[in-house]
């Protein structure tokens, strides 16, 4: 049988999926393009063909786990209204956690490599604060809708939102710190404070 020859586009996809698993079981430092080429099923001049360097690489994965994430919670968002922002970003950021594939789960990688990385702790400072602007706009459209207390600050809220994914991270790091009784109450605080409110019944961000 002759092997079946991928498209550039679907070679590209096969690529960056294979990337993004390997650097979120290992590290950016830790991951090479030999694992990764082969993890796809390709050479490496291929994968240097399509991303021209590692680098080039883990910022596909990067923008692509976030392309992933911010369409998941706006798919949430037509299914719970507006109102419901925070509830979407914490149960798809927590559904997409169990695949790795967590805009903050690869900043993590990155860390140790970024203080001699002009050029890659340029791109994360940057692509931390598009992630920031984009859970505010979140947040203030639940505000508009009715959903957030007029008083709270969607500004400083999302930052916390960022905070709560690093946790995720660690936690998953030292295997498991925290359980599922733990996020369940730390989603409930939050709503009480958000909302002002208790929720009308007890809420968990891993629920479907």
């Excluded at 079981?25 to 393009?33: D, I, K, L, M, N």
């Excluded at 050479?43 to 976030?66: D, M, N, Q, T, V």
């Amino acid at each position: 049988m002759r092997a079946v020859r991928l498209s550039a586009e679907l070679r590209r996809e096969a690529i960056l999926d294979a990337a993004l698993r390997v650097f979120t079981a290992r590290s950016y430092a830790g991951a090479t393009t030999v694992e990764i080429a082969r993890e796809a099923g390709v050479s490496e001049p291929i994968l240097y063909r399509h991303f021209g360097s590692k680098r080039g690489l883990y910022l596909a994965c990067l923008e692509e786990a976030w392309g992933r994430l911010r369409t998941a919670i706006e798919a949430m968002l037509e299914e719970l209204g507006p109102a419901a922002g925070p509830l979407a970003i914490a149960k798809t950021g927590l559904g997409l956690r169990d695949k790795r594939i967590l805009p903050p789960t690869l900043w993590v990688q990155a860390l140790s490599v970024a203080p001699e990385d002009a050029e890659l702790r340029r791109y994360l400072r940057g692509h931390v604060r598009e992630v920031h602007d984009y859970f505010a706009d979140v947040l203030r459209r639940s505000q508009e809708a009715g959903g957030i207390a007029p008083e709270r600050d969607p500004d400083a809220e999302a930052w916390l939102f960022i905070a709560g994914g690093l946790l995720v991270v660690v936690n998953d790091r030292l295997s498991g710190v925290l359980g599922h009784d733990d996020f369940t109450a730390i989603a409930n605080q939050r709503f009480r404070w958000l909302y002002d409110r208790d929720p009308e019944t007890p809420i968990s961000p891993f629920e479907d």
